[in-house]
C-alpha cells in the first residue's frame, strides 16, 4: 500500500486557506491598515504552516514507534506463545470465510511465513496499517498544502498596490478567491469518495466560509468597542 497523501493535502489546505483568511477577515472588520493585514497574515502563514508540519512529523513519528513496538510483541508472542497466536490467526482466518481444507492450508501458508503472520496480526488484531505513515512524507504535504493554499488570500494584498482597486472591493475579491480555493480542496477530495465534486466543494467552502465569517465579525465587534 502506498502513502495516502489526501487527508494531509485537505487538512493542511483547508486549515491554511481558513486561518490566513481569518486574519484578513479579522483585521479587516477591524478597519486595520493593509500592512497589518500582510504581517500577520504572513506570519499565521508560515508559523503555522511550520507549526503544523512539524506537529505531523512528531505524532507521525510516535505512531511508528508505537506500530515497531507492538510488532516486536507480535513477533515475539509467535515464539514464545505459538498456540495461542495459531488460535487467533484461525478466528481471524474463519471471519474471512475459510472452512476445512481451505483453513487448513491457509493456516499453513501463513505460519510458515512469520512475517505475513505477524502482519495479518497487527492488520486485523491490532486494527494497525502500518504502510500509510510515513513522518516525512506527511510533514512534506501538509507545510506544502498549507503555505500554497493558504497564500491565496493574501495574494490580493500583496499586488493591491497595482490593482486600481478599492478596499471593500479587494475584500470581496478575497472572499471569492478563498471561497474558489476551499472549494477546489472539496473537489479533490470527492474523487476518492462516492460524493459528487460539486457537493465536496460546496460543503468544503460552506465550513471555510463559516469559520471566516465569525473572524470577520468578531474583529468588527472588537473594533467597535475599542
Known sequence: MKYNW?????????????????????????NLSTSTILILGFANL?????????????SDKAELERMQYLRSIEERSIIEKPKEEKKEIEVILKSFGFRGEDLSR?????????????????????N????????????LI????????????????????????????????????TLLALFFVGTVKSRFSKKSWVVGGIETSAV????????FFIGYLLQKLA
Open 106 to 126: 491457509a493456516k499453513k501458508v501463513i505460519f510458515k511465513n512469520p512475517e505475513a503472520w505477524v502482519n495479518l496480526m497487527m492488520n486485523h488484531e491490532l
Open 208 to 215: 471555510g466560509g463559516l469559520a471566516a465569517s465569525i473572524a
Open 46 to 58: 508560515f508559523a503555522d504552516g511550520f507549526s503544523m508540519a512539524t506537529g505531523k512529523y512528531l
Open 6 to 30: 489526501l487527508p494531509d493535502f485537505v487538512y493542511a489546505g483547508i486549515d491554511g486557506s481558513v486561518t490566513t483568511f481569518a486574519v484578513v477577515a479579522g483585521v479587516v472588520g477591524a
Open 128 to 139: 494497525i496499517i502500518e504502510d500509510n505513515v510515513e513522518p516525512k512524507k506527511g510533514a
Open 142 to 177: 501538509t507545510i506544502l498544502a498549507f503555505i500554497t493554499i493558504g497564500l491565496i488570500p493574501l495574494l490580493g494584498y500583496v499586488f493591491q498596490r497595482f490593482l486600481p482597486i478599492n478596499e471593500d472591493y479587494l475584500f470581496t475579491g478575497t472572499c471569492f478567491s
